[in-house]
């Protein structure tokens, strides 16, 4: 959970409940089955992506739900428009499970290991939940490389 609270200390990341998440009785899941319903619901509605991955993420991290649980990631879809059935569809689809798996492999031979990754310049990568200060570092050093 350390990791939880050091997020929630960054700007965006207030809402971030590790106490609750703490409580939970299940598990906490690996992002596979989110990144999937993600792929399925950008098939349906390209456009609302990005709403998606947020209501994913506020399901996972503020309402510390299951999202290892379909009927969870399905309802945060309908709310935004989506067809249940065609989520349920899809998401069962092992070609959308390969298709996660190929982001991933490209993140990995990209050097990526973890989540969150921030990369400036291509010389400075910023792996996990880190202080501000961290960031600030390694931006200003990279500026300071674009100057010379």
Known sequence: MGHWEMAKSH????EINPVLMARRDFPYPHSTPGAVAIKAFAAQLPE??????????RTHLVECRNIDDADVLVAAAERLGAEPA?????????????RVWADHIE????GIQ?????????QYRITGAQPMEVFQQA??????????
Request: aromatic content about 4%.
């Open 114 to 122: 973890s989540t969150p990754t921030v990369d400036f310049s291509g």
């Open 48 to 57: 609302r992506e990005g709403e998606y991955l947020e209501a994913v993420e």
């Open 86 to 98: 065609m989520m349920r569809e899809v998401m069962a689809d092992p070609d959308m499970t390969k």
């Open 11 to 14: 700007p965006g990341g207030e």
């Open 107 to 110: 993140a990995v031979n990209a």
């Open 139 to 148: 931006l200003e050093r990279a500026l300071a490389d674009a100057e010379a």
